[in-house]
Every structure is written in structure tokens, then in C-alpha cells.
């Protein structure tokens, strides 16, 4: 994630999907990013921070649909940095929209994917 306290920055992009390990692969010869494996579930598996090739710059997390993130979207989500959550959700059903996940804790962090009222989804995320 990013470090910035810029509040309504766009701060981290994951991808979820089925099979993580073959979209990091496609993303590594597409794009030319590389791959550092982050172990989920006790080591269960790995899912995977992607970097501009040749830096430690991560840009992105390819992860699959299963433990912490089996119910997210199979689709690219940014993750918007707020300032209070829990006002941030209520604002979510207020102004028509609604909640995908429960809020989440990362860390001391914490984030929650919701959709507009138009159905596009977005994760929510204050920092610890």
C-alpha cells in the first residue's frame, strides 16, 4: 500500500481471480512486471505483489478468490484511502449504494469492498 495520507487517493489495485499464479505469469510478459510471492493462509498458498520490473516498487497484488479475499469480486479493484470507515460505510447506504464485504482488518488497517448505485465496486481503506 501506499504511504500517502492523501484522503480519496486511489493508495493500491488488486486483481482476484481463480487461478493467480497463471494471471502473474500473463501480467509478466504482457506488462513486464515482476513477482514476489506473498503467503496466505499460513503458507497455504501464495498470492503475489506485482513490481515494475528491475525496481521494489509494487503497483499492484494479483490474488486468488479464496480464504481472506474468497469473497471478492473476480475483477480489478482500486482501494481508495478514507479517513474514517465506519462514516465512509455509512455514507455507502445512504447515498444508494451497498456493501460487498464486511470490513476487513489488515493489520491495523482496515478496508471494505462496496458498490455505487450504479453497481461499479471499489474498496474503501483507512489506514491503522
Given amino acids: 500500500m501506499s504511504d500517502n495520507n492523501d484522503f480519496g487517493e486511489m493508495v493500491w489495485m488488486d486483481l482476484t481471480v481463480n487461478n493467480a499464479e497463471n494471471v502473474k505469469g500473463f501480467y509478466q510478459k504482457v506488462i ?3 513477482a514476489e510471492n506473498v503467503a496466505m493462509n499460513n ?19 494479483i490474488c486468488h478468490a479464496k480464504g481472506p479475499n474468497a469473497d471478492m469480486p473476480a475483477a480489478w479493484l482500486p482501494y ?28 491495523a488497517d482496515k478496508y471494505v469492498v462496496i458498490k455505487d448505485p450504479e453497481g461499479a465496486m471499489c474498496a474503501l481503506y483507512q489506514k491503522g
Avoid: P, R
Fill in 32 to 34: 513486464g512486471w515482476s
Fill in 43 to 61: 503458507g497455504e498458498y501464495n498470492d503475489y505483489a506485482m513490481s515494475i520490473a528491475g525496481t521494489d516498487k509494487a503497483v499492484t497484488g
Fill in 80 to 107: 481508495f484511502l478514507v479517513s474514517d470507515i465506519d462514516d465512509s460505510v455509512s455514507q455507502v447506504t445512504q447515498q444508494g449504494g451497498e456493501l460487498v464485504t464486511a470490513i476487513k482488518l489488515m493489520g
